[in-house]
C-alpha cells in the first residue's frame, strides 16, 4: 500500500488520471462537446460509471505522411525537410531549428465543422507586440465553417484581398519559415497542409529564396538583381513589343524593322490581338503542364513549346517576333515565383495599357503599379518598408551575412541585434607551428 | 464591404467603357501598313516654282513566313514613287493619296538635293523636316550632281536599297573626318550663323543600267542657302583636315621623283584667331598628326632614320598645301566655309558686331598662317622597302 | 487639424524638393526663349539670389512646424484677411496645377502620340495622380529618392552619350545682349522653377519634428540638387544644340533625338521621354496633393479623400481653357507668368514673415490646445 494515501474525496477520475494511467496528455474533460471533439480528434474518451466527466486521452495515431523534400520549393543547396500534413510534425520541425525559450506556440482552433488546429509561433521579445495582437485577434475571430488549408485563412485575415501582390507569405520549408520567425515575423501553422503562413510579408521578400542565404554573397546579389530584372521583363515585355510594333516604330533599328515587317505580313490581327492570344495560350499550357501526370506532362510541355509555336508562325497566326517575346516572358516569370500570379495579372493591364496609347501608357501603368506597392501595408507595415535606410541590404542585393548585424527594423521590435559588427579578416589568422598565437 | 465592392465594380466599368470610347488607337499603326521610306530627293519640277519630290520605300516581299526562312536584304527591292507640286507638303500628300500604306519617315536615310534646286535656295523646303517630329534631325543630306532622282532609281549592285546605301556610307564616312557627313542640323547651324558657308556633299550617279554606282564627288558650297560653287575631292581634303579630327585617312606624298602613301591615324587642329590693328584677323591652324607609311615609291637613295624625315617634312608641306589650296578656292568664292567669322563671333564679340557689314573683304584678307608637325612613330611590317634594299648592299 | 495624417522624414522631403526641380528641366524652352545660348548666366545668377528666397521658406517652415501655410495666413493675418489671401493661394495652387498638366499633354502630344487629342494623355495622367493624391504623401515621398537618383543617371547618361557632339565653344560669346534680357531671365528663373517651392510650405504638417539646422539642410540640399540638374541640363542643351536652340518646343529632346551610337540605339529619345513624362507625372502629383490639402483647409475638412477626385476633375478641366495654343503658353510663360507669380511666391511670404515677426508670432503652444490639434 503506497505511503501517501490520497484524500478520501478524490474523484476516481483524478486518481486515474495522475496515478494509473501512464499516458501524456490526460484531459479531465466535463461536458459532452468536449469529449466529442476528444473522439473525432483522435483521443480516447474514457467515462466511469459514476463520475461527472470523462477522461479525454491522447492516442493520436494516424497515418501521415514521411518529412520528405518539398514539392514547391527545390534548392540545391539547403535542407531538403519540408512539411507534412500534421501539425504536430510542422511544430516540431520548426522548434527543433530554434531552440529557444522565447519562441512561443499558441494553439488555436478554427473552423465549426472541421474544427482544424492552427498555431501561431512567434518569438517573443523579437516580433512585433502589435502584429501578434492583429493576427491573433483576426485568427481568433475567423467564423468560418471550414479551414482545409493555409489559403482559407490567408484569404480572410489580409489586408488587401484584390491587390495583385499578396500581403502574407507562405513557404513549405522549416528552415525559410525559422528564419522569417528569428527576423520577427509570426507563423501560423494550420493543421492538414504543409504550406505555413508568414506574416507581415513585404516586397522583398517575393524576390528572396532559401537559398540566397546559403550561396555566395556576390553570386546571389547578382542573382537577386536578376529576379528584379526578371520581373520587370515578364510584366512588361509583351506591353513594350505591342507598343513599339504598333506606335513606336522609330525605337526599332532598320533592318529590324524591315524583318518584323515581313513577318507581320502574313499575319491577319494586329499586334495586340496576337499578344493575347498567345499569353492565353501560355497560361493554358502552363496549367495543363501543372495538372497532367507526371509521365504525359513532359511530353505535352514539348509539344506545346516547340511545335505548336512553330507551327502557329507558320500558319501564319502570329508572327515569329511576338513568340520569342512570349517565351522570354514565361521563362521569366519562373525566377520569381511567388510572383507569378502577380505577373500575369499585371502583364495584361500593361498590355491593354499598350495597346491603348503605346509608351506612354505603358510608363504610366508602371506608375501605377508604384502608387499601388506604396500604398500596400501588411498589418501595418508598409509594403515597401524593406527599402527604407538600413534595410536595403537585402533588398537589391544580398550584404554578407556578417554585416547585417540588425533586423530588419520594419519588423522587428525590441531586440533587434543579430550580432556584433564583424568584418572577416583580410589575411587569415593561422595559429604558428608551435601552437601559439601570432 | 458590399457597398466598397459594388463601388470599385462601378468605376471598373466606367473606365472600361472610357478606354473603348477614348482609345487612343488613332495613332495605332501596324508595321505592314506602312511603306518604309528608306530615301526622299527633291528636284525642281518642270514647271517653275514646282518642285518634284521622289521618294524611296523597301517593298518588303511576302516571302515565306515562319521559320527558316529569313528574308535577307537580297529579297527587298525598292519602291521608286513620285509627286509633282508646289510644296514638300503637296507632294507628299500626292504620294500618300496614290499609295496604298501610308509612308513611314521615322527609318529615313538620307534627303537629297538635285543640283538645279539647290542652286535656287532650299532653305524653305527644309521647313516641313525640321517642323514634323516625324523627320529626324540627324539625317544626312547631300546634293545629287544631276537629278535627285537618280541617286533613288540607281541599281546599286551592293544593295537594292540605294538610301540604305548612301545611309551607310556616311555613315563610314564620318568614321574619317565629322565634315564629312552634314546632318540637317549641322547644316541649320552654319545657316543659322550668318556668314558662315554651308557646304553639303556631292553625290554623282555613274555607269548604266544594272551596274550603276554612286560616288562622292566632292563637295558643294553654298551661300546662305542657295549653292555658289563646289569643291573637288582634292579640295574637300584641305576643308576637312583643316578642322581636325581626322582618322584614318590616307594621302599621298611626293617630291617629284618618289612617291609614298602615308596613312593618318590621327589628325588634330587647333584654331587661333587673332584681330590684326588694321581691322583685319589672323588666323593660325596649328595641326598635328600622327601618321604611319603605308606604301613607298622610290626612295632609293635613303637610308630608314632620315627617310622618316624626309616623310614628315613632305607630310608637313603636303597638308600645308591642301589647306591653303582649299582655301584660295573659297576666298575665290567668297565662302567662309571654315566657320572664321563664328571663331571671330565667339572671341570677339564686339568688334565682330562692325566686322559683319564688311565680312567679305575682311575674309579675303585673312592673314592664314599654318603649322604642321607630323610625326611618324612607326613604318608597319618592314622597315626598308624592296627598292631601297638594293642600296643597303 | 490635420488633414493628412502621414508622416514623411526629412531626408524624403529633401529628395522631393530635388526632384520637383528637377522636372523643370524637361521644360527649358522658355528659359532659353530669351536668352538664347547664353541663358545658363541667368541660371547661374539664380543659384545665388535664390538662397535668400529658399531661406525666406524654411524659416516660415520653422516658425510654424504644425500649420500648412493656409493655416499661417489664418494666423498672421486674422482670420478674415487670412482667409481671403487663402483663396487667392487655391487659386495659385489650382492654376499651377493646370499649368504643368497642359505641359505634360503637350509633351506627350509631340513625342508619343501625335494624332490622339491632348485630352487622352491628360485624363491618364489625372486618374494616376488622384489616385495617388488620395492615399496622401507618403506615396510621393517613398518614391522621391529613387526618381532623383534615376534623374540623375539618366542625365549622366545622356551628356556621356552626347559627348562626342558636344561643342563647348557655343556656350561662348557672355554678355553680348541688352542687360534688361538678363534681368528678365534672371525674373523667370526664380518664379517659374525656384518660386514654385512655396508650395511645399503646405507639406509641413507632414514632416517629422526638424531642428532648425536640420531644415536648413534639407532645404538647400535638395535645391542645390535640382538647381544643378537643370543647370547641367541647359549646358548640355546649349552645347549641342549651339544656335539653333531657341528655335524648338523641347530643346533638350531634340538634343536627345541626336544620339548615335551606332544603328541600334540611335533612336532612343523615347526612352528618356518616358523617363521625362514619369518625373512631370510627380511633379503633378504633389500640386495636386497640395490643391487638395489647400482647398480642404479651406472649407475645414479632413476628408481629403474624397476631394481629391473633385479637385483633380476640376484641374483637367480648367487646364485646357487657359491657353489657346503652346505658343500663347511659352509667350506667357516668358512675359505675363513670372510678374503674376511674383506676388504668390515672393511678396506674400515675405511679408507674413515681417507681420509674424512684428506680431511676435508664433506664440507659445499650451498643452490644452496642442490636444486639440492632433
Not at chain 1, 107 to 128: E, H, I, P, S, W
Not at chain 1, 408 to 420: C, F, M, N, V, Y
Not at chain 2, 332 to 339: P, Q, Y
Amino acid at each position: 500500500m503506497k505511503s501517501n494515501r490520497l484524500p478520501l474525496e478524490t474523484d476516481l477520475l483524478d486518481v486515474l488520471e495522475q496515478e494509473v494511467l501512464c499516458a501524456s496528455c490526460a484531459k479531465n474533460a466535463a461536458s459532452i462537446p468536449e469529449l466529442a471533439t476528444g473522439c473525432l480528434s483522435g483521443d480516447t474518451v474514457l467515462l466511469v460509471d459514476g463520475c461527472a466527466g470523462g477522461l479525454v486521452i491522447n492516442s493520436k495515431g494516424w497515418e501521415k505522411r514521411a518529412v520528405s523534400e518539398p514539392q514547391s520549393e527545390s534548392v540545391v543547396r539547403g535542407p531538403r525537410e519540408g512539411f507534412t500534413e500534421n501539425l504536430r510534425t510542422n511544430t516540431s520541425l520548426i522548434r527543433r531549428k530554434i531552440r529557444n525559450g522565447q519562441l512561443k506556440v499558441e494553439q488555436m482552433t478554427v473552423g465549426r465543422k472541421t474544427q482544424t488546429g492552427v498555431c501561431l509561433m512567434y518569438l517573443d521579445g523579437v516580433a512585433n507586440p502589435k502584429v501578434v495582437e492583429t493576427i491573433k485577434y483576426r485568427v481568433g475571430k475567423l467564423d468560418v465553417e471550414s479551414v482545409l488549408e493555409t489559403g482559407y485563412i490567408e484569404e480572410y485575415i489580409e489586408d488587401a484581398p484584390f491587390s495583385p501582390f499578396g500581403t502574407i507569405g507562405y513557404s513549405e520549408k522549416p528552415d525559410v519559415v525559422a528564419a522569417k520567425i528569428l527576423e520577427g515575423r509570426v507563423a501560423v501553422v494550420v493543421d492538414g497542409t504543409p504550406f505555413v503562413l508568414t506574416a507581415p510579408m513585404l516586397f522583398a521578400e517575393s524576390f528572396q529564396t532559401a537559398e540566397d542565404y546559403y550561396a555566395r554573397s556576390l553570386y546571389s546579389s547578382l542573382i537577386r538583381i536578376l529576379r528584379f530584372i526578371a520581373f520587370m521583363i515578364t510584366v512588361f515585355a509583351p506591353a513594350v513589343y505591342i507598343a513599339l510594333v504598333s506606335f513606336q516604330h522609330e525605337l526599332i533599328p532598320t533592318t529590324l524593322l524591315f524583318s518584323f515587317a515581313k513577318a507581320r505580313e502574313g499575319t491577319p490581327f494586329p499586334a495586340f490581338i496576337e499578344a493575347v492570344i498567345m499569353v492565353f495560350a501560355f497560361e493554358i499550357l502552363r496549367e495543363a503542364g501543372v495538372r497532367l501526370p507526371r509521365p504525359v506532362g513532359q511530353a505535352i510541355s514539348i509539344v506545346g513549346a516547340l511545335i505548336m509555336g512553330d507551327a502557329a508562325v507558320s500558319a501564319g497566326i502570329v508572327g515569329a517576333p511576338m513568340v520569342i517575346v512570349i517565351a522570354i516572358t514565361a521563362v521569366a516569370g519562373f525566377l520569381v515565383p511567388a510572383l507569378n500570379d502577380a505577373g500575369s495579372m499585371l502583364r495584361i493591364v500593361m498590355m491593354v495599357m499598350a495597346a491603348f496609347i503605346g509608351f506612354y501608357g505603358v510608363a504610366f501603368g508602371f506608375l501605377g503599379m508604384l502608387v499601388h506597392l506604396a500604398t500596400l501595408e501588411s498589418f501595418g507595415v508598409p509594403y515597401l518598408g524593406d527599402f527604407d535606410g538600413d534595410d536595403t541590404k537585402d533588398t537589391w542585393i544580398r550584404m554578407p551575412l556578417w554585416s547585417m548585424t540588425k533586423r530588419p527594423k520594419s519588423i522587428a521590435r525590441g531586440d533587434t541585434t543579430r550580432g556584433q559588427r564583424f568584418i572577416p579578416p583580410l589575411r587569415p589568422h593561422v595559429p604558428d607551428e608551435e601552437g601559439e598565437e601570432p | 464591404m458590399h457597398a466598397h465592392l459594388k463601388r470599385m465594380v462601378t468605376i471598373f466599368l466606367l473606365l472600361s467603357m472610357l478606354i473603348v470610347f477614348l482609345t487612343g488607337c488613332w495613332d495605332s499603326r501596324t508595321i505592314e501598313d506602312q511603306l518604309i521610306l528608306t530615301g526622299i530627293a527633291l528636284d525642281v519640277a518642270d514647271d517653275p516654282g514646282k518642285i518634284s519630290v521622289t521618294a524611296q520605300a523597301a517593298n518588303i516581299q511576302q516571302g515565306k513566313a515562319g521559320s527558316g526562312e529569313t528574308g535577307g536584304e537580297g529579297s527587298n527591292e525598292s519602291i521608286v514613287m513620285k509627286a509633282t507640286g508646289d510644296s514638300l507638303t503637296a507632294c507628299l500628300t500626292e504620294l500618300d493619296r496614290d499609295s496604298s500604306q501610308k509612308l513611314l519617315f521615322h527609318h529615313n536615310q538620307i534627303r537629297l538635293f538635285g543640283i538645279e534646286l539647290a542652286e535656287q535656295g532650299i532653305k524653305k523646303h527644309l521647313d516641313l523636316i525640321m517642323r514634323d517630329q516625324k523627320a529626324r534631325l540627324e539625317v544626312p543630306i547631300a546634293i545629287v550632281d544631276g537629278r535627285g532622282e537618280e541617286a533613288l532609281t540607281a541599281k546599286l549592285s551592293e544593295m537594292p536599297l540605294s538610301g540604305l546605301f548612301l545611309g551607310n556610307n556616311f555613315e563610314a564616312q564620318s568614321a574619317i573626318s565629322p565634315q564629312y557627313r552634314v546632318r540637317l542640323i549641322d547644316f541649320v547651324q552654319r545657316l543659322l550663323d550668318g556668314t558662315a558657308a554651308p557646304v553639303i556633299p556631292i553625290i554623282k550617279v555613274t555607269g548604266e543600267d544594272d551596274k550603276q554606282e554612286i560616288k562622292m564627288a566632292g563637295m558643294a558650297v553654298f551661300h546662305d542657302d542657295q549653292m555658289i560653287g563646289r569643291l573637288t575631292n582634292e579640295e574637300t581634303v584641305g576643308y576637312i583636315l583643316s578642322f581636325g579630327n581626322v582618322k584614318k585617312y590616307n594621302i599621298v606624298v611626293s617630291d617629284g621623283q618618289n612617291q609614298a602613301g602615308l596613312h593618318i591615324a590621327t589628325l588634330d587642329c587647333k584654331r587661333e584667331v587673332t584681330l590684326r590693328q588694321d581691322g583685319g584677323i589672323q588666323v593660325s591652324l596649328t595641326i598635328t598628326s600622327v601618321v604611319s607609311v603605308s606604301e613607298l615609291h622610290g626612295f632609293k637613295e635613303m637610308k630608314p632614320p632620315e627617310l622618316l624625315k624626309y616623310l614628315e617634312n613632305l607630310a608637313q608641306e603636303e597638308i600645308k598645301n591642301e589647306i591653303t589650296d582649299c582655301f584660295s578656292v573659297a576666298q575665290t568664292l567668297d565662302a567662309d566655309i571654315f566657320g572664321f567669322c563664328t571663331m571671330v563671333s565667339k572671341k570677339y564679340p564686339k568688334q565682330w558686331n562692325e566686322m559683319k557689314e564688311r565680312w567679305s573683304e575682311v575674309f579675303s584678307d585673312i592673314d592664314l598662317s599654318i603649322q604642321v608637325k607630323v610625326r611618324i612613330p612607326e613604318t608597319g611590317q618592314i622597315v626598308q622597302s624592296l627598292e631601297m634594299e638594293e642600296n643597303m648592299k | 487639424m490635420k488633414i493628412d495624417k502621414s508622416q514623411i522624414s526629412g531626408k524624403q522631403f529633401m529628395f522631393m524638393v530635388a526632384f520637383f526641380l528637377q522636372s523643370s528641366a524637361l521644360l527649358t524652352s522658355f528659359l532659353a526663349g530669351i536668352t538664347k545660348n547664353e541663358a545658363w548666366i541667368p541660371v547661374v545668377i539664380d543659384i545665388v539670389l535664390c538662397i535668400p528666397l529658399i531661406f525666406l521658406y524654411r524659416t516660415l517652415m520653422v516658425m510654424f512646424p504644425e500649420k500648412n501655410f493656409l493655416q499661417v495666413l489664418d494666423e498672421v493675418y486674422g482670420p478674415v484677411v487670412g482667409k481671403i489671401i487663402g483663396i487667392s493661394y487655391v487659386w495659385f495652387f489650382i492654376t499651377l496645377a493646370a499649368v504643368n498638366l497642359i505641359d505634360i499633354g503637350d509633351f506627350a502630344k509631340i513625342t508619343f502620340t501625335t494624332e490622339t487629342p491632348r485630352m487622352v494623355p491628360t485624363l491618364i495622367c489625372v486618374l494616376v495622380t488622384v489616385w495617388a493624391v488620395r492615399h496622401g504623401i507618403k506615396v510621393i515621398s517613398r518614391y522621391s529618392k529613387l526618381f532623383t537618383i534615376i534623374e540623375f543617371i539618366i542625365v549622366g547618361v545622356s551628356i556621356v552619350l552626347l559627348f562626342n557632339q558636344m561643342d563647348f565653344t557655343n556656350l561662348l560669346p557672355v554678355f553680348t545682349q541688352p542687360a534688361i534680357k538678363y534681368v528678365q531671365s534672371v525674373h523667370i528663373i526664380a518664379t517659374i522653377p525656384c518660386g514654385e517651392l512655396v508650395i511645399f510650405l503646405m507639406v509641413t504638417p507632414c514632416m517629422k519634428k526638424l531642428t532648425p539646422r536640420e531644415s536648413t539642410k534639407y532645404w538647400f540640399g535638395g535645391v542645390a540638387m535640382g538647381m544643378i540638374v537643370l543647370l547641367v541640363v541647359l549646358l548640355r542643351d546649349i552645347a549641342v544644340l549651339g544656335k539653333a536652340l531657341h528655335l524648338f518646343t523641347l530643346p533638350g529632346l531634340v538634343a536627345l533625338r541626336l544620339v548615335n551610337l551606332g544603328e541600334a540605339l540611335s533612336r532612343m529619345e523615347i526612352i528618356f521621354a518616358v523617363a521625362l513624362a514619369m518625373l512631370l507625372f510627380f511633379k503633378i502629383t504633389v500640386l495636386c496633393y497640395v490643391s487638395t490639402i489647400a482647398v480642404a483647409q479651406l472649407f475645414g475638412t479632413t476628408q481629403y479623400k474624397r476631394l481629391a477626385v473633385i479637385v483633380g476633375i476640376l484641374i483637367m478641366a480648367y487646364a485646357p481653357t487657359l491657353y489657346p495654343s503652346s505658343v500663347e503658353h511659352g509667350i506667357s510663360a516668358q512675359t505675363i507668368v513670372p510678374f503674376i507669380w511674383t506676388p504668390f511666391q515672393i511678396l506674400l511670404p515675405l511679408l507674413t514673415y515681417i507681420l509674424a515677426k512684428i506680431r511676435k508670432l508664433p506664440k507659445a503652444i499650451t498643452p490644452a490646445v496642442k490636444k486639440q490639434e492632433v
